[in-house]
């Protein structure tokens, strides 16, 4: 189950044997449905990210929603828990799929913190929903942007998928724990946010900086630095590595030829468009595809 086309990109990632991981991103104005069978010994961990999705049972007859910055854990022995999401117009989610034999390696030693591997819970459904830090959030919107050939993907995105589990099911023996104070205000990462979508919304004529800045409401300089702790990235860095990925995945769909992605993308000329593209991948558009 994978589709990658313009505006609607779907991939299901093999982490490794027994752990998978479902990452969606709905462009389009429509609502999107993923249907996949999921065996009863799997954990379904749902993040999602940016607007809500909607998760139906028994044929449908209930559902949860799952809010922006939100998490659901769901677990059930005792039956098959198929997925049914509604991705919403704009939505992007994220959803762990972990054997329960997988799981328990990750916490053979500290299972006691997680309530559902103790002896007497073990056998039963569990069900839990957070909140997710911002910790959690820079670290999720990481997983969706990154710099990196695409040949070092798969290695990025599994060292993230850990780290992800490490903050979700970390308990801190100290409550005063160190965290970025930026990040600690919602405010603050919700203006970055705001900046980041901006940027993607207007890629074919980007604004400056300055009038970045005054777009979200922000001071430059923290513009740019609550950019870079939030996406790993300058803002300009992130923008280029977006448009090379987008254009990468319109010329996989072989519907747009490269002049035309190169105009999609805010180009005004296709040799300057191949340059930049040559540099990010190694390669050509046109060889690039011709090796695929």
């Keep these: 189950m994978k589709k990658n086309v313009a505006k609607n990109i779907f991939d299901e990632v093999f982490i490794e044997e027994g752990f998978y991981i479902l990452k969606y991103h709905n462009q389009t104005e429509e609502t999107h449905q993923i249907v996949k ?7 379904q961990l749902h993040f999602c ?11 449908s007859t209930y559902s949860i929603d799952i809010f922006e910055n939100k998490s659901l854990l769901l677990y059930n022995p005792n039956q098959d828990l198929p997925i049914q999401l509604e991705v919403m117009p704009k939505a992007k989610s994220i959803t762990f799929l972990i054997s329960i034999e997988k799981f328990h390696t990750f916490f053979t030693q500290e299972a006691g913190l997680i309530h559902f591997l103790n002896e007497e819970n073990k056998h039963k459904k569990y069900y839990y929903d957070k909140v997710l830090d911002p910790n959690e959030v820079v670290v999720l919107n990481q997983m969706f942007h ?3 050939h695409s040949s070092l993907e798969k290695l990025y995105t599994k060292g993230k998928v850990y780290e992800l589990l490490s903050l979700y099911f970390h308990i801190s023996d100290n409550d005063e724990v160190q965290k970025c104070p ?20 207007n890629m074919i004529d980007p604004p400056s900086l300055n009038e970045l800045s005054d777009k979200i409401n922000l001071p430059l300089q923290h513009l740019k630095d609550g950019f870079k702790q939030i996406y790993g990235e300058t803002v300009f860095t992130f923008l280029l590595n977006y448009k090379m990925e987008y254009a990468r995945k319109l ?5 747009y030829n490269i002049t035309e992605t190169s105009f999609e993308v805010g180009y005004s000329t296709p040799s300057h ?14 060889k690039y595809l011709s090796s695929l």
């Design 37 to 43: 069978e999921v065996k009863r010994d799997y954990i």
């Design 49 to 59: 990210i940016k607007n809500s999705t909607k998760l139906f049972f028994n044929n």
């Design 146 to 148: 990154y710099g990196l």
């Design 182 to 201: 930026f990040l600690e205000d919602e405010s603050n990462v919700e203006k970055i946010r705001n900046a980041k979508n901006f940027l993607i919304e």
């Design 251 to 255: 010329l996989v769909t072989k519907k």
């Design 273 to 286: 468009f191949i340059v930049a593209f040559k540099k990010k991948y190694g390669a050509t558009p046109k």
